[in-house]
Nanobody, 117 residues
Framework: VQLVESGGGLAQPGGSLRLSCAASGFDFSQYTMSWHRQGPGKERELVARIGSFGVATNHADSVRGRFTISRANAKNTVYLQMNNLKFDDTAVYYC???????????WGQGTQVTVSS
């Protein structure tokens, strides 16, 4: 099983980034996919998740209206579009796959997002 995140980097406040997570080694279309983040000195937190069909989604209050999770089952890829970035969005962002809505069975290595002026 592999989950490989990409798309992180440096952005200015108010800017945008799009994260991608390429999955392999399991039946991607049957899994709930989620994004989590861990900022400096903070615990890891759930940012957003999306059901296997791409219909059901859930976003944390801190990112709702700014971030959007989506998936392309034909490409075994999940995305996180991040708009209007804020300093507090600085974190390592992790992709996760779960057999159920609230499980996180597989994890990627993470990609760094830094919001700085």
């Amino acid at each position: 099983v592999q989950l490989v995140e990409s798309g992180g980097g440096l952005a200015q406040p108010g800017g945008s980034l799009r994260l991608s997570c390429a999955a392999s080694g399991f039946d991607f279309s049957q899994y709930t996919m989620s994004w989590h983040r861990q900022g400096p000195g903070k615990e890891r937190e759930l940012v957003a998740r999306i059901g296997s069909f791409g219909v059901a989604t859930n976003h944390a209050d801190s990112v709702r209206g700014r971030f959007t999770i989506s998936r392309a089952n034909a490409k075994n890829t999940v995305y996180l579009q991040m708009n209007n970035l804020k300093f507090d969005d600085t974190a390592v962002y992790y992709c996760s796959a779960g057999a159920k809505w609230n499980t996180y069975d597989y994890w990627g290595q993470g990609t760094q997002v830094t919001v700085s002026s």
